[in-house]
């Protein structure tokens, strides 16, 4: 096996990591082939297959890949924080009870 073509077990995760793993391998033009598999649905590991056109080592084609998911989960939950504040910007105020 070569450093172009390796395989990768993702301990404690399950479809929901292969399958995002597995997407943004696949839209790196030097990954040529990608794919992801549980070997037990018992178990928590997914095992990802990447192998590259040579350019990149398989290695570096993860890490890229991981760094890319890194960067869609902060866009998301920067957005959602923005989301949030601007809504409870439109909120009225809380009326105060009155006092007795």
């Known amino acids: 096996m070569s450093v172009y073509e390796k395989t990768f077990t993702l301990k404690d995760e399950d479809h929901t990591m ?5 997407y943004m ?47 869609v989960c902060d866009h998301v939950n920067d957005t959602f924080d923005a989301a949030v504040s601007a809504h409870a910007a439109k909120l009225p105020a809380p009326m105060e009870a009155d006092k007795k």
């Open 18 to 22: 292969g399958n995002a793993v597995r």
């Open 25 to 71: 391998l696949n839209k790196n033009p030097q990954v040529s082939l990608c794919g992801y598999s549980v070997p037990h649905p018992m178990e928590t590991s997914v095992n990802v297959r990447v192998q590259t056109s040579g350019e990149v080592t398989a290695t570096a084609a993860m890490r890229d890949a991981l760094l890319d998911i890194i960067s």
